[in-house]
């Protein structure tokens, strides 16, 4: 059994900084890519950012800058630094990790932390 866990959601004010970290447990034979999603009320998930395993990474356009995902492999933890933060990025965040394990290979997703910024 595999298991993502977030952590480090919170209310914060606009302009403030958070930071999300995303654990992997379990039965892990190696982990490529992780990645963070958003959903806000009423609107549908969308990517925020990816890290491979060699730790190159990828962000959503409007997201550059303020957040940087990074990750650690040896605690199979992916993380989100999110600065300069903006009431329309309040949201769900969701980590996402493909797993191999020792019989299957998917994406696992975690259970999700709520970001509210206040304006």
């Known amino acids: 059994q595999v298991q993502l866990v977030e952590s480090g959601g919170g209310l914060v004010q606009a302009g403030g900084s958070l930071s999300l970290s995303c654990a992997a447990s379990g039965s892990i034979v190696s982990i490529n890519a992780m990645g963070w999603y958003r959903q806000a009320p009423g609107k549908q998930r969308e990517l925020v950012a990816f890290?491979?395993?060699?730790?190159?990474?990828n962000y959503a356009d409007s997201l550059k800058g303020r957040f940087t995902i990074s990750r650690d492999n040896g605690k199979n933890t992916v993380y989100l630094q999110m600065n300069s933060l903006k009431p329309e990025d309040t949201a769900v965040y969701y980590c996402d990790a493909m797993i191999r394990t020792s019989t299957t290979t998917r994406m696992y997703w975690g259970q999700g932390t709520q970001v509210t910024v206040s304006s």
């Open positions: 890290i491979t395993s060699g730790g190159t990474t």
